[in-house]
């Protein structure tokens, strides 16, 4: 929804005015609220707000563990060898044989995976990237209608008084 210079006037009009309303809980009691009340509370407390912006943080969280992708993996462990069955020996005789080794200590073994260390870092900057752009442009879209929804009550309000004031004055033909 492209904004014109009309609909900017109308909402910067909106937004210097006070609107009251009505709580349910307090009777008589108006409380009132402006357009830039109304969209910090929506900045601050939307929910699609909030899930597009814990789409960034998992988006970070990748983005770091893709970082360490660069870094060596280091395998530990013990090991064992088994072999049951038929075994050719070196002077050629084929013997049946029922053989365990186990290794008693510690082996190693150090890994990097290069291309996962290349360009997994930049898949994730890409993904993050493309993360950061779709919580602003929802966060700008959540504003806008917090803004047009004010608007359309600033002009309820305006109609209701209207209304009233035709009401209340004798000289105001009625249709």
């Given amino acids: 929804m492209p ?15 006070p609107v009251a309303a009505q709580p349910a809980e307090q009777g008589g009691n ?13 900045d601050e407390r939307n929910l699609d707000v909030a899930i597009y912006l ?3 943080e ?14 060596p993996n280091i395998h530990v ?6 072999h049951d069955g038929p075994i050719q020996e070196t002077s050629g005789n084929v013997i049946d044989v029922e053989r365990v080794s186990r290794f008693t ?18 898949v994730a900057r890409q993904n993050r990237a493309a993360a950061m752009a779709a919580s602003i442009a929802n966060r ?3 504003l806008m209608q917090v803004a047009a929804a004010y608007v359309r009550l600033v002009q309820a309000r305006s109609e209701v ?10 000289m105001i033909r009625r249709r």
Avoid: C, K, Y
Wanted: hydrophobic letters at 55%; charged letters at 15%.
């Fill in 30 to 42: 108006a409380l009132e609220i402006d357009m830039p009340t109304a969209v910090r509370l929506a």
């Fill in 3 to 17: 904004i014109t210079r009309a609909s900017f006037g109308v909402l910067a009009i909106a937004a210097i005015m």
């Fill in 54 to 56: 814990a789409r960034v």
């Fill in 77 to 82: 462990g013990a090991t064992e060898d088994r």
């Fill in 105 to 122: 200590g510690v082996t190693a073994g150090v890994g990097i995976d290069v291309a996962d260390a290349i360009f997994l870092p930049l």
């Fill in 161 to 170: 008084g209207v209304q009233t004031s035709r009401g209340s004055n004798p």
């Fill in 140 to 142: 700008q879209q959540v």
């Fill in 58 to 71: 998992a988006a970070d969280a990748r983005l770091t563990q893709a970082r360490l992708m660069a870094v």
